[in-house]
């Protein structure tokens, strides 16, 4: 979801009870390790504090997953990603939201999904992955000429780090409405084509170009040879990607 925020932008407090508290905390220490205390869950100097306004049981399953998400995804995004590893935010605030009515967005190192999305839909974890590469982006302008690129910067990175569930994936056909800055799957299919025909560092060089401020769209042509219009000319005669999705087990 294109939503413009101050910071970066997309796409009871804690627990009811201590009981389901510590049991969700015992099945995430149990998985992986990961050390929580009071609606923090710490590892490896990553940490993720969770807010969580449901008073819903179907939602316990779902903050674990989640948190597993973080520790997995996370950390290789700001690694990959990041304009400075070292200074980039190790620690994340994730709230479940009954009253948004959207699906999720990122703001100054805090994500909200919606309780309503995620649980009419609880193997949507992939929008996680999304709403964290908007945090390890730190862009500093999200406008008309360049959100395309951030979103879909940002599904390319759910499409390569998953998980997949069998519902999201890369759109297989061009509809007539597509466009290179349709934003989303749309631009990140195509991120992916000119990735495979053109220049495989095209996701690098536009992520650091954003972070530096100094994208412009005749960029393309520098980064390929060929202007961006002329490529998804080219892409649109001939769209073909390899893919390789990563299936959540």
């Known amino acids: 979801m294109k939503k413009l925020l101050s910071g970066l932008v997309c796409a009871g407090i804690l627990f009811s009870s201590l009981c389901t508290h510590n049991v969700l905390a015992n099945e995430v220490n149990t998985k992986s390790n990961i050390v929580e205390s009071g609606g923090q869950y710490e590892k490896r100097g990553y940490i993720l504090e969770l807010i969580n306004d449901v008073d819903d049981p179907a939602i316990n399953p779902i903050i674990n997953d989640f948190v597993e998400l973080y520790f997995d995804v996370y950390p290789k995004l700001l690694k990959k990603y990041a304009a400075d590893p070292k200074v980039t935010t190790r620690k994340v605030v994730l709230k479940f939201d009954p009253s948004y009515d959207g699906v999720a967005y990122a703001d100054n190192g805090m994500i909200v999904v919606s309780s309503n999305w995620i649980l009419n839909h609880p193997d949507d974890l992939g ?89 412009h769209i005749n960029n393309f042509k520098e980064i390929t040879g060929k202007s961006v219009e002329d490529l998804w000319v080219e892409y649109t005669n001939n769209p073909k990607v390899k893919t390789n999705y990563k299936v959540k087990p």
Not at 142 to 163: C, F, Q, S
Not at 176 to 181: I, K, L, Q, V, W
Not at 194 to 199: P, T
């Open 127 to 215: 929008l996680f992955t999304h709403e964290l590469t908007h945090i390890v982006q730190g862009y500093p302008r999200y406008d008309n000429e360049t959100w395309w690129i951030t979103e879909g910067i940002a599904d390319y990175t759910r499409y390569v780090y998953g998980p997949h569930n069998g519902q999201w994936s890369l759109p297989d056909e061009i509809r007539e409405t597509d466009h290179y800055n349709s934003g989303y799957r749309v631009t990140a299919r195509f991120f992916l084509w000119i990735k495979q025909n053109k220049n495989n560092k095209v996701i690098d060089i536009l992520n650091e170009q954003m972070q530096k401020n100094t994208f």
